[in-house]
């Protein structure tokens, strides 16, 4: 059930985002059922059998029908200090971007309470790499996300931002274009070991396979799922289009207290942790 009428969708694209130049973008692509979602292709190849560059993905989101919801696993905004537009900066102290503002307080406070032990000249924040939802995933739900310009995560950042621009305005971050983690929705809905192991474990295929068993009921394949439980990119292809089933059905909202942090430097969308 839709439980927000400005959310109601008929198709979820999950996409897990690559290197612009690179073959490991995969695309899930799953139709809106009254039971669930139903995934009816997946892969890391698309049109005339060509990686997902910027000009396949394009085109593949250029041809979905109205109401789909693209659900990308990158960061889809940018840190304050690359969004600042001043000639000068005025020092973090001093800065009236309301993410800083918010990291110089509460985001410090967070940073200390989680790591207690470091040390204390060593600086806990850097508004240049990193967004508040990043350090809130990190010190309130014991998730370690990529920080959107941490190391090796600029080139991945800079296609998302360009993507988001492409593809605009038939999707409109926050509305029909959304960013998700596949890990941390796998750490919320399956707990921390199992989003430990998903990847590179001996228990991997095992693991990916009981998680679609314990999706069943909201998530089914009209495709040969197997190859999904062998391949990275598809497989969390698949999470990120179940991300933002669950973010269209399930009335996920902003706290309060970040609706406008949200606004200027984007959101990673979560499930609510298991009971």
């Known amino acids: 059930m839709i439980a927000d009428a400005s959310r109601h969708f008929n198709r979820v694209v999950g996409i897990d985002l690559g290197g612009g130049k690179g073959k490991h973008t995969a695309v899930a692509i799953g139709e809106v059922t009254p039971t669930g979602l139903e995934i009816q292709h997946y892969g890391t ?30 960061p889809l905004g940018l840190p304050a200090c690359v969004r600042c537009t001043l000639a000068r900066c005025p020092g973090i102290s001093a800065c009236a971007d309301p993410a800083v503002k918010w990291m110089v307080g509460q985001g410090v406070a967070l940073e200390r309470t989680h790591r207690p032990r470091a040390p204390r000249n060593k600086p806990l924040i850097t508004p240049y790499t990193q967004r508040v939802c990043e350090i809130l995933l990190r010190c309130q ?34 509305e029909s274009l959304i960013e998700v983690y ?94």
């Open 141 to 174: 739900k014991n998730i370690l996300p990529r920080e959107t310009l941490g190391q090796g995560m600029g080139p991945l950042t800079a296609r998302a931002h360009h993507l988001s621009k492409a593809v605009a305005p038939r999707y409109r971050l926050g």
């Open 45 to 74: 190849r698309g049109a005339g059998g060509l990686p997902y560059y910027d000009h396949v993905l394009c085109d593949l989101l250029a041809a979905q029908p109205p109401r789909t919801l693209v659900a990308m696993g990158a």
């Open 182 to 275: 596949p890990k941390a929705t796998i750490h919320q809905l399956a707990g921390s070991e199992t989003a430990r192991h998903y990847k590179r474990h001996p228990s991997t295929w095992a693991l990916r396979a009981g998680l679609l068993e314990q999706w069943a009921g909201s998530l089914e394949f009209a495709t040969w799922r197997e190859e999904s439980l062998r391949c990275d990119h598809s497989f969390d292809a698949v999470v990120c289009a179940y991300t933002g089933y669950l973010w269209a059905t399930c009335g996920w909202i902003l706290p309060d207290d970040y609706s406008e942090i949200a606004a200027v430097e984007g959101w990673i969308w979560i499930p609510q942790a298991r009971a």
